[in-house]
């Protein structure tokens, strides 16, 4: 299993690009979650999944966007890129049903906006 | 407003002494606690939980308390490793709230040799 996996590991976007965050796992989990890291912070919730056509804001859900097609992708899209958006992003899965909760993550994708 | 709040960012502790990050929270609807640990460069990793049915978890060298009336955990890693240099974050669940995690703002922890 390769577990949570992100593409791309780095990227740089000028100020209004868009761009989208890959994500896909291979565990059949249902829930899936998107999370972005701020220097020195710890991570914030921007956008959930229970299951595959249904999505929920978290936290900081404002200039993003987020689609959920198949229980394996997840992807997550930036339409207008602001420096705001400078960070690290983080994709979760977890099968929802487990008593720990526990959620896996992928390696993350660190972002620039300039 | 932080939910979850770690005061600590970060811990020195000499290689085979106690290691005891702190965690405080202030949603009484959590009823999942996590601590996940965090290498540069790489996602975070989970490392234990506690369900708030408990007070005391083990696994190992990592041990989790929680005092519910205090809305208060912490971790205890014993006897400390030089690998155990990372980012601790501690995070909360409402289980009946879509699972979501809230995490703290981290706790750096360096382990001398």
């Known amino acids: 299993n390769a577990g949570v996996t992100q593409t791309p590991k780095f990227r740089i976007l000028k100020i209004g690009q868009s761009m989208t965050l890959q994500c896909t796992q291979d565990m059949n989990h249902n829930y899936m979650y998107w999370y972005r890291q701020d220097p020195g912070m710890g991570l914030k919730l921007i956008y959930y999944s229970v299951g595959a056509g249904i999505t929920d804001k978290g936290e900081v859900p404002n200039g993003y966007n987020v689609s959920r097609s198949t229980t394996e992708d997840f992807p997550l899209r930036l339409e207008l890129a602001a420096p705001s958006q400078t960070s690290v992003y983080f994709c979760?899965?977890?099968?929802?049903?487990?008593?720990?909760?526990?959620?896996?993550f992928g390696p993350g994708t660190r972002l620039t906006v300039l | 407003d932080q939910q979850v709040k770690q005061n600590s960012p970060s811990l020195s502790v000499q290689e085979g002494r106690i290691s005891i990050l702190n965690c405080d929270y202030t949603?009484?609807?959590?009823?999942?606690f996590l601590w996940y640990k965090k290498y540069p460069a790489e996602g975070p990793t989970f490392l234990i939980s506690i369900s708030s049915i408990k007070d005391k978890n083990e696994d190992g060298r990592f041990t989790v308390f929680l005092n519910k009336s205090a809305k208060h955990l912490s971790l205890h890693i014993v006897p400390s490793q030089p690998g155990d240099s990372a980012v601790y974050f501690c995070a909360a669940s409402d289980r009946a709230a879509g699972n979501k995690l809230t995490f703290g703002g981290g706790t750096r922890v360096l382990v001398k040799p």
């Open positions: 979760a899965s977890s099968d929802g049903t487990g008593v720990s909760n526990e959620q896996f």
């Open positions: 949603n009484s609807m959590f009823d999942y």
